[in-house]
T-cell receptor
Framework: RKEVEQDPGPFNVPEGATVAFNCTYS??????FFWYRQDCRKEPKLLMS???SGNEDGRFTAQLNRASQYISLLIRDSKLSDSATYLC?????????????FGTGTQLKVEL | NAGVTQTPKFQVLKTGQSMTLQCAQD?????MYWYRQDPGMGLRLIYY???????DKGEVPNGYNVSRLNKREFSLRLESAAPSQTSVYFC??????????FGDGTRLSIL
């Protein structure tokens, strides 16, 4: 089993739709979680951290379910500019420091 | 507000040539990382440096070496480039417990 797994997509949705991505992780000791956004041929950029109680940033909502070991990202009222690949990142604190593991990403295409 | 700066942005090498990719950050971050990104593989960690003076292997270190020159700079060296090392390379830095900040990448092709 991969340490971090994501559905690669693509998710093709019309503008204005609500779309949700899930990400599962294998190590129950993982401590912190993030969603990154990556545009084609660009660097990953932090979208939002994921907190245990869930958190919202505008149209974006992130949730963490430690019991089932998954995190989710919900995007409401999708915009064309939301088209990108969304990377799930899991942080595990080890003796050697922070170990960040990236999912392979979920591709989102928002269409007119 | 430079953040993480990588040079060069593009490079083409012949098999067997050597090359050093440079990375510098001006955010006073302790940890620095080198990743490669290939289609369908996601980001894979090559080497990292948890703090100045230390370096450790990541998931795919073979064929690479690194130097943490000082707190700001972390370089990645290919001693004898191979076509399998054709990839996009990202440098990142962070503070403990915080998310990573990435440079805008180096696109490396090895013929």
């Amino acid at each position: 089993r991969k340490e971090v797994e994501q559905d690669p997509g693509p998710f093709n949705v019309p503008e204005g739709a609500t779309v949700a991505f899930n990400c599962t992780y294998s190590n129950s000791a993982s401590q912190s979680f993030f969603w990154y956004r990556q545009d084609c041929r660009k660097e990953p950029k932090l979208l939002m951290s994921v907190y245990s109680s869930g958190n919202e940033d505008g149209r974006f909502t992130a949730q963490l379910n430690r019991a089932s070991q998954y995190i989710s990202l919900l995007i409401r009222d999708s915009k064309l500019s939301d088209s990108a690949t969304y990377l799930c990142v899991v942080n595990l604190l080890t003796g050697g420091g922070n170990k960040l593991t990236f999912g392979t990403g979920t591709q989102l295409k928002v269409e007119l | 507000n430079a953040g993480v700066t990588q040079t060069p942005k593009f490079q083409v090498l012949k098999t067997g040539q050597s090359m050093t990719l440079q990375c510098a950050q001006d955010m006073n971050h302790n940890s620095m990382y080198w990743y490669r990104q290939d289609p369908g593989m996601g980001l894979r960690l090559i080497y990292y440096s948890a703090s100045e003076g230390t370096t450790d292997k990541g998931e795919v270190p073979n064929g690479y070496n690194v130097s943490r020159l000082n707190k700001r700079e972390f370089s990645l060296r290919l001693e004898s480039a191979a076509p399998s090392q054709t990839s996009v390379y990202f440098c990142a830095s962070k503070l403990s417990g915080q998310p990573q900040h990435f440079g805008d990448g180096t696109r490396l092709s090895i013929l």
